[in-house]
């Protein structure tokens, strides 16, 4: 009898690298092992009040599907959201998704045919190339370095990656898994080559208000590029609400959103007590983004003071988001990953990161480095970099 098969599609798909140590942490945790998870961007700090209460006040009999493009009072919120930023929109430039990995899938199947490519910066969110591959789009990297703060040097480095194939540009400001906060004037070349190769942009600015220097920049604000630009966006993460699943796409093409209408409506709908609860939330963001933004600052600098002291590691200081790249004195960072779950501990406590190879699309990169999230209180978070000062110290005196 033949064995039955599942997809390429599917077999061309990765772990998730965030996810995949999960069952080495539940028999640490059988050992009675506290494992620190900073591998993950799920914060300890509580949701808004807003959005709990909002949740706890539904009192309707039935919970109706939503339009697919939104409920009404959701997607104006937004649009007040947005004009905190100078930014206007109208209700048809905004579709709500099941967060943004939604977005993401939506917009690869909306402007790409299998086949097609998209130039993406790596290392970059691991679910880019997982979607991708599911679209059969091939994604054509860039690789920015760690060493020199990710920079991109020249709208050069863009230009010689497009092919006729090409249809887009991928830029997650600020940038996971890096922290990088984009520069305006990276931002333009982007902005400029798209303009001249009719490329759309797909901007990701899941963590936008999450800057530590200077001001959000969202490319919204950027004049000419109304129908090459789409902008992926989320409650997740500036509002500590990754279960509730929502985000939504944004842009002025016309045709893209009345494409990315008709896949949203085969899906039927973005949670509808979810876009309930955030109503309120988003109409009044600042002042708890502001606080939520003060905290990451906080943690970060807790996070930098132990690793610059520490030797052989190589790092940047990130201006955004809550995340940063380490390169490891290691040659292997999945082996010191697994050594600290099953070997390592320090007063019954050890630390879980996350691996970056997968978050590169070139092959073999990143195996030397790891991502911190700073998603522990500073007193947690403190036990944990020392931890993990002391498991790789015992790691490197394990290998030669």
Same mark, same amino acid.
């Given at each position: 009898?033949?064995?039955?098969?599942?997809?390429?599609? %599917?077999?061309?798909?990765? #772990?998730?690298?965030?996810? *995949?140590?999960?069952?080495?942490?539940?028999?640490? /945790?059988? =050992?009675?092992?506290?494992?620190?998870?900073?591998?993950?961007?799920?914060?300890?700090?509580? !949701?808004?009040?807003?959005?709990?209460?909002?949740?706890? +006040?539904?009192?309707?009999?039935?919970?109706?599907?939503?339009? +697919?493009? &939104?409920?009404? /009072?959701?997607?104006?919120?937004?649009?007040?959201?947005? =004009?905190?930023?100078?930014?206007?929109? &109208?209700?048809?430039?905004?579709?709500? !998704?099941? @967060?943004?990995? /939604?977005?993401?899938?939506?917009?690869?199947?909306?402007?790409?045919?299998?086949?097609?490519?998209?130039?993406?910066?790596?290392?970059?969110?691991?679910?880019?190339?997982?979607?991708?591959?599911?679209?059969?789009?091939?994604?054509?990297?860039?690789?920015?370095?760690?060493?020199?703060?990710?920079?991109?040097?020249?709208?050069? /480095?863009?230009?010689?990656?497009?092919? *006729?194939? !090409?249809?887009?540009?991928?830029?997650?400001?600020?940038?996971?898994?890096?922290?990088?906060?984009?520069?305006?004037?990276?931002?333009?070349?982007?902005?400029?080559?798209? =303009?001249?190769?009719?490329?759309?942009?797909?901007?990701?600015?899941?963590?936008?208000?999450?800057?530590?220097? &200077?001001?959000?920049?969202?490319?919204?604000?950027?004049?000419?590029?109304?129908?090459?630009?789409?902008?992926?966006?989320?409650?997740?993460?500036?509002?500590?609400?990754?279960?509730?699943?929502? @985000?939504?796409?944004? +842009?002025?093409? *016309?045709?893209?959103?009345?494409?990315?209408?008709?896949?949203? $409506?085969?899906?039927?709908?973005?949670?509808?007590?979810?876009?309930?609860?955030?109503? #309120?939330?988003?109409?009044?963001?600042?002042?708890?983004?502001? *606080?939520?933004?003060?905290?990451?600052?906080?943690? =970060?600098?807790?996070?930098?003071?132990?690793?610059?002291? $520490?030797?052989?590691?190589?790092?940047?200081?990130?201006?955004?988001?809550?995340? #940063?790249?380490?390169?490891?004195?290691?040659?292997?960072?999945?082996?010191?990953?697994?050594?600290?779950?099953?070997?390592?501990?320090? #007063?019954?406590? !050890?630390?879980?990161?996350?691996?970056?190879?997968?978050?590169?699309?070139?092959?073999?990169?990143?195996?030397?480095?790891?991502?911190?999230?700073? %998603?522990?209180?500073?007193?947690?978070?403190?036990?944990? $970099?020392?931890?993990?000062?002391?498991?790789?110290?015992?790691?490197?005196?394990?290998?030669?």
């Amino acid at each position: 009898m033949n064995k039955l098969k599942i997809s390429i599609r %599917v077999n061309k798909l990765n #772990q998730s690298p965030i996810r *995949k140590f999960f069952a080495l942490v539940e028999r640490a /945790e059988k =050992r009675g092992i506290k494992v620190f998870k900073l591998n993950i961007g799920d914060s300890d700090i509580e !949701t808004p009040k807003e959005i709990l209460k909002g949740i706890s +006040s539904f009192k309707n009999k039935n919970i109706h599907y939503a339009p +697919s493009s &939104g409920i009404k /009072e959701h997607i104006e919120a937004w649009i007040k959201y947005y =004009r905190g930023f100078g930014i206007y929109l &109208g209700a048809e430039e905004i579709i709500s !998704t099941v @967060g943004v990995s /939604e977005g993401i899938l939506m917009t690869f199947l909306a402007i790409s045919n299998p086949g097609d490519e998209v130039i993406v910066f790596e290392p970059l969110y691991a679910n880019y190339p997982a979607i991708a591959a599911m679209c059969g789009v091939k994604l054509v990297p860039i690789r920015l370095k760690l060493e020199n703060g990710f920079v991109l040097s020249s709208e050069k /480095e863009i230009i010689r990656k497009i092919t *006729k194939k !090409t249809r887009g540009i991928v830029v997650i400001n600020p940038d996971n898994p890096t922290g990088k906060a984009w520069g305006k004037k990276e931002l333009e070349i982007i902005a400029k080559v798209a =303009r001249k190769n009719n490329l759309y942009i797909i901007a990701d600015e899941t963590y936008r208000e999450i800057i530590f220097r &200077g001001k959000p920049l969202s490319m919204l604000l950027f004049k000419n590029i109304d129908d090459n630009l789409i902008v992926l966006d989320s409650i997740s993460k500036r509002f500590l609400a990754p279960g509730i699943r929502l @985000g939504v796409v944004v +842009s002025k093409n *016309k045709e893209f959103t009345a494409g990315i209408l008709k896949i949203a $409506m085969s899906r039927l709908s973005a949670p509808t007590i979810g876009q309930l609860a955030t109503i #309120q939330i988003l109409k009044k963001s600042r002042p708890f983004t502001k *606080k939520l933004t003060a905290e990451f600052k906080k943690r =970060r600098d807790i996070v930098n003071n132990v690793l610059r002291k $520490m030797k052989g590691v190589v790092t940047y200081l990130p201006n955004g988001a809550f995340y #940063q790249v380490i390169k490891l004195p290691v040659k292997d960072s999945e082996s010191f990953i697994k050594f600290m779950l099953e070997d390592f501990s320090y #007063q019954r406590k !050890t630390v879980l990161v996350s691996p970056m190879e997968d978050f590169y699309v070139s092959h073999g990169h990143g195996r030397d480095e790891i991502r911190i999230a700073y %998603v522990l209180n500073v007193k947690e978070l403190n036990m944990a $970099m020392e931890v993990f000062k002391r498991g790789l110290q015992a790691y490197l005196c394990l290998k030669p």
